[in-house]
């Protein structure tokens, strides 16, 4: 989770993320690991309200086998849990099962509960600093631009056009769309799939081994059948509406079905060669 970022935008290469998480995995287990321990072990639930310290460590263990549980049945049906979740749910519904209601910590877990609360508020907040703006005037991540703009597009359009040409090749995509032969459009299609980044790895969704096919009927509609890397990818939506979005500058094209599809599943070995190398894997 800590290096994903980085390994993806290729700040750091694999072996140099291996060496630091080792590094600085062991050092916060050393230097912070106690507290850690000391607020799983006695903050979330008061030891002294179990009936003995045989129950206690049943009730420890109990919390073990159930987060261990529950984070290997997610793994399986690739549903994204987290595990520090599962241990404090686990201690918490352990303790109350051993001793009642009575035996949890209430202020530490509405403490453990706004940081899970307050982390994704923060995320949003500079997503709305960051990325709403653009969106507003039709600038779009992926290497792609929207057709027309909105709200404040003559401002913004002079600012934004240098960066937008050099990631879109040189074309102006708020003029005419892309004008290609029609026995060329498939092709085409999947160079403009070539250009859609995803949007935590900068690495396009062909080279992922994300687009499984194309189709581009007599009527010119554009089928593609494309996957995610897990069923429970919350980025879904936006990876599928960027593919999509790129599609639609293609001239004649009036409809883009993109289906998502987890048969076959995807797998890291439908990453191209190319990508393995920027991934340093």
Known sequence: NNMGPAVGSRALTMTGALVIAAIFEALGAILAGGEVVATVSKGIIDPSLIPSSGVFISVMLAALFAAALWVNLATVISAPVST??????????????????????????????????????????????????????????????????????????GIAYMPASQVSGGRDTWSEPLAVP????????????HEVLDPEIPISLVDLGLIYDVQVDEKNDVYVQMTLTFPGCGMGPQIAQQAEWAIQDLEGVEDV?????????????????????????
Not at 182 to 193: A, E, H, N, Y
């Open 257 to 281: 079905n993109i289906e998502l599809t987890f048969e076959p599943p995807w797998s890291p070995d439908l990453i191209s060669g190319e990508a393995r190398a920027q991934l340093g894997i």
């Open 84 to 157: 520090t979740h599962a241990i404090v749910g686990g201690v918490m519904g352990a303790g109350i099962a051993a001793a009642g209601i009575a035996v949890v910590n209430w202020g530490t877990m509405s403490k453990i509960a706004a940081s899970w609360v307050i982390s994704p508020l923060i995320k949003l907040c500079s997503w709305l600093v960051f990325m709403l703006p653009p969106k507003l005037v039709g600038l779009r991540t992926g290497g792609e631009v929207a057709h027309g703009g909105m709200t404040g597009l003559p401002v913004m359009k």
């Open 182 to 193: 029609p026995k060329d459009r498939q092709s085409t299609v999947w160079d403009l799939l």
